[in-house]
């Protein structure tokens, strides 16, 4: 059974840094493309960034591009967001989620979320 475990939220000022880590565990073959969204209260999810199986593609919103970078470590089956620059507005359930093959063949899954809040 394929797992994954988010964590590196909190509450940080207006401006601060955070960077969460999602790590993929059980038996898997090839972990795909990897990637963040978010959900505000009220709102609908969001895609905040996604990763190639080799980082040789990335994508982000509009809303968190020159701010945030992900990156991932195959070695160890893990994806990260750094955000810098938090504003009030990147408040949110921030989500894993990541593509994985296994022997029942392609599969999206999700992590549990991490709460990240910026206020002051």
């Known amino acids: 059974q394929v797992q994954l475990v988010e964590s590196g939220g909190g509450l940080v000022q207006p401006g601060g840094s955070l960077r969460l880590s999602c790590a993929a565990s059980?038996?898997?073959?090839?972990?795909?493309?990897m990637g963040w969204y978010r959900q505000a209260p009220g709102k609908q999810r969001e895609l905040v960034a996604v990763?190639?199986?080799?980082?040789?593609?990335?994508n982000y919103a509009d809303s968190v591009k020159g701010r945030f970078t992900i990156s991932r470590d195959n070695t160890k089956s893990t994806v990260y967001l750094q955000m810098n620059s938090l504003k009030p507005e990147d408040t949110a359930v921030y989500y894993c989620?990541?593509?994985?093959?296994?022997?029942?063949?392609?599969?999206?899954?999700w992590g549990q979320g991490t709460q990240v809040t910026v206020s002051s």
């Open positions: 989620n990541a593509n994985i093959t296994t022997g029942w063949g392609m599969s999206t899954y």
């Open positions: 990763i190639t199986a080799s980082s040789d593609y990335t």
């Open positions: 059980g038996s898997m073959f090839i972990i795909n493309t």
